[in-house]
């Protein structure tokens, strides 16, 4: 670790900074839109299928609370 603090080198620093800065504007740029477009469409989604399936739970009563219908046939 010494090692590496003695033989800094500041050329070497400015570049992977500047890299790096750059790399962060590209992908805001090109990539940031298109990823929250993603998560909102997902949300959204989500969202629906909460609604429609509270909404089925209502029209339909608590599937859990039902009885279990018979299912054995009697062989009258």
């Not at 993603?38 to 599937?63: C, F, H, M, T, W």
């Amino acid at each position: 670790m010494e090692k590496l603090i003695s033989e800094f080198s500041f050329g070497l620093f400015f570049w992977q900074l500047f890299i790096f800065i750059g790399l962060i504007l590209l992908l805001k740029k090109y990539a940031w839109k298109p990823i929250l477009d993603a998560v909102n469409e997902r949300e959204s989604s989500i969202k629906d299928a909460l609604q429609s399936a509270a909404a089925a739970k209502k029209r339909n009563g608590d599937p859990a609370r039902r009885q279990p219908k018979d299912t054995q046939r009697s062989t009258c």
